[in-house]
């Protein structure tokens, strides 16, 4: 997928950080970019100080290009499912501008689980590129679309009200304006590849932790990202 990642095919990044040491006060982690492998996130958690007198972590902070995913992601999410996400989308082959789009519909964007689920139903959207108004809308389907003849309506198509036509449009299959173009589902059936067991994840993403998982932090702490880093 163009211009997804940067130029080592990350699509976001994680603040993993230990929380033994933040509980005892100390801001001990590292910024980890995903996709990545199993051995290079041990070689992680060995560097953070993860696996002997210290077993738990949690993730601090994300960087993340696409606010619809930065907003789902959590703390405490499983690193086999934020690995597994994370090659999906490096592998979509829709265009950036299309995947942004599903994004700000927001549909199916609730959990991890869900846009894992997301990257494999992107049949179920429609997109039209340069579409970013009622009148585009309007336009599109009076003029380009092949669903109308204007040509059998002579001088009357003069004074056709694409703008009007487009919102009805635009009201009746909830679509949206996006920067790029318009977004619509069309009515194909959504269908869950992934049905949340970690178990069903392919091998080669999943992530072996020494963790045990808490969920007592109560708010994710601020990172100051340049001495982080």
């Known amino acids: 997928m163009n211009n997804l990642s940067d130029s080592r095919g990350c699509a976001f990044e994680a603040f993993i950080t230990n929380l033994g040491k933040y ?9 980890v970019k995903f996709p990545i492998t199993n051995d290079e996130i041990q070689e992680v958690f060995k560097r953070i100080g993860i696996g002997r007198r210290y077993e738990e972590w ?26 597994y996400l994370a090659n999906q989308i490096i592998e979509l082959d829709e265009s950036e501008e299309f995947w942004q789009a599903v994004l700000d519909l927001g549909e199916y964007t609730g959990s991890v689980q869900d846009l894992i689920n997301l990257t494999e139903n992107l049949d179920c959207f429609d997109y039209l590129p340069g579409v970013t108004d009622d009148s585009d809308l ?7 679309s092949g669903c ?18 487009g919102r009805d449009i635009r009201f009746n299959e909830s679509g949206l304006f996006t920067d790029n173009g ?6 194909n059936h ?12 392919p091998e080669e993403y999943r992530i072996q932790s020494p963790n045990v998982y808490t969920r007592t932090m109560p708010v994710k702490a601020e990172v100051n990202k340049d001495v982080a880093r």
């Open 182 to 187: 318009y977004i619509r589902l069309n009515g």
């Open 23 to 31: 509980n005892e006060g100390e801001l001990i982690g590292e910024w």
């Open 148 to 165: 109308y003849d204007t040509k059998t309506m002579g001088a009357l198509s003069n004074y056709i009200d694409y703008e009007s036509f």
């Open 58 to 83: 949690f993730i601090t902070d994300y960087e993340c290009p696409d606010p619809g995913i930065y907003d789902t992601l959590g703390e405490y999410e499983s690193l086999s499912e934020l690995n």
């Open 190 to 201: 959504f269908v869950e590849v992934y049905d949340g067991n970690i178990e069903n994840i």
């Open 138 to 144: 309007g336009y599109y389907w009076i003029e380009e």
